[in-house]
C-alpha cells in the first residue's frame, strides 16, 4: 500500500558529501515522521528524524555533519551528509510512518541504498 524508493547512495572519499532520498507514494493521507536508519553489519541504528512539523533529532554521531529534511509536497525525506568518514559507510534505509486514506496506520522500510566512504 505504501511504497518507498530510494536513492543517492554510492562510493565517496573521507571528507565528501552525498545526499539520500527516499520518496513515499501510494494510499497515503499523512505522514507522521520520517527517519533515517544504517545498518553496518550489526544492528540498525537511528541515524536522523524528521516529524510532521519538521522538529528533527540526530544521533550524537552525525550532528553537525548529516541534515535531514522532507518536502510535504512529495512525500520525500532527504538526507545531505558532509564530512563524511568510514564509520558512515553503512546500508542506509528510510522508515516512515503515517496514515492511510483507508484511516489504518502504517509504517513502511525503504529497501536500503548502500553508502561506502573509502579512498
Known amino acids: 500500500q505504501v511504497q518507498l524508493v530510494e536513492s543517492g547512495g554510492g562510493l565517496v572519499q573521507p571528507g565528501g558529501s552525498l545526499r539520500l532520498s527516499c520518496a513515499a507514494s501510494?494510499?497515503?493521507?499523512?505522514?507522521?515522521?520520517m527517519d533515517w536508519y544504517r545498518q553496518a553489519p550489526g544492528q540498525r541504528d537511528l541515524v536522523a528524524i524528521i516529524t510532521s512539523g519538521s522538529s528533527t533529532n540526530y544521533a550524537d554521531s552525525v550532528k553537525g555533519r548529516f541534515t535531514v529534511s522532507r518536502d510535504n509536497a512529495k512525500n520525500t525525506v532527504y538526507l545531505q551528509m558532509n564530512s563524511l568518514n568510514a564509520e558512515d559507510t553503512a546500508v542506509y534505509y528510510c522508515?516512515?510512518?503515517?496514515?492511510?486514506?483507508?484511516?489504518?496506520?502504517?509504517?513502511?522500510w525503504g529497501q536500503g541504498t548502500q553508502v561506502t566512504v573509502s579512498s
Open positions: 501510494g494510499s497515503i493521507f499523512s505522514i507522521y515522521a
Open positions: 522508515y516512515v510512518r503515517g496514515r492511510l486514506t483507508t484511516g489504518r496506520d502504517f509504517t513502511s
